[in-house]
């Protein structure tokens, strides 16, 4: 039996796709990365002002929602950068909604 580097003395082909893979997944990571630690400066805003008069509640409960989705589809297809990365950004914006309830 073969492993994908005994094959790719063979196949060329295959060390390259095994590049792409490398490469799409830290360009997914990098962007999970972005996309969730985003919220950090809005909670730290709000807590520090004690008031979240400019933020939407109904845009965070929707967020939330589409983050909640995204969780649940990541579990289903079993994609653990999928399940991280909304489970922190769930984690992010329900703080802020919390917040908004809280300080206004």
Known sequence: MYCALQFSRIHPAVS???SLSISANLLG????LITSTCWLPQMVKIFRERGAQGVSLSTNLAL???????LFYGVSIGAWPVIASNAVTLAFVLAIVGMKLRYG
Do not use: D, N, P
């Open 29 to 32: 990571a990098c962007a999970a």
């Open 64 to 70: 939330a929602l589409g983050v909640l989705l995204w």
């Open 16 to 18: 390259e796709v095994a």
